[in-house]
């Protein structure tokens, strides 16, 4: 009985002590880490995916197109400051002031980023527009240059349109 304990705790001894340094084959280098994808977002199709429709549409494309924008050459961006510098596209007409003198109706134009209102008589002169008439109903607006000969020559703004109506 004493032989096997005395044997049991030798082999742990022998087990356990590191004994002499052997030379320990060199470890191969890590693999680099293949550079990692960013993750595809929750809602992506797959690379691969193809959709059969079998006269059918794909349910999950609009099936409403999204209206393409123009691509019209953009203005240059020095323009010059107050009512100069708005655009006709830009323009919002807030209000009309009208008299029996049609030389002193007046139309009030909120313009994106301006701090106030411009008024504007018939003549004053916007970037690419003139005012060319003020009525209670309406501002017509006389284009300053057309590149399209097809385009308008002059627009009508409502002042207070109707549901369903362009600006």
Aim: charged letters at 20%; proline letters at 14%; hydrophobic letters at 40%.
């Amino acid at each position: 009985m004493m032989r096997r304990i005395y044997f049991l705790i030798s082999i742990v001894v022998l087990v356990s002590t590191p004994g002499f340094p052997q030379a320990q084959p060199p470890k191969p280098a890590a693999p680099a880490a293949p550079a990692q994808e960013e993750p595809a977002p929750a809602l992506a199709v797959p690379k691969d995916y193809r959709y059969n429709a079998r006269g059918r549409r794909d349910p999950f494309v609009n099936p409403v197109p999204k209206p393409k924008t123009a691509t019209n050459v953009a203005p240059p961006v020095n323009r010059p400051p107050g009512l100069r510098g708005v655009l006709i596209s830009q323009a919002q007409i807030s209000g009309v002031v009208t008299s029996k003198e049609p030389s002193m109706n007046v139309v009030i134009i909120m313009a994106p980023g301006a701090k106030g209102a411009y008024f504007a008589r018939v003549g004053d002169q916007l970037y690419d527009a003139v005012v060319k008439r003020i009525t209670f109903e309406s501002v017509t607006f006389g284009l300053a240059s057309s590149a399209d000969a097809n385009s308008p020559k002059e627009i009508v703004r409502k002042v207070r349109p109707k549901p369903g109506e362009d600006k």
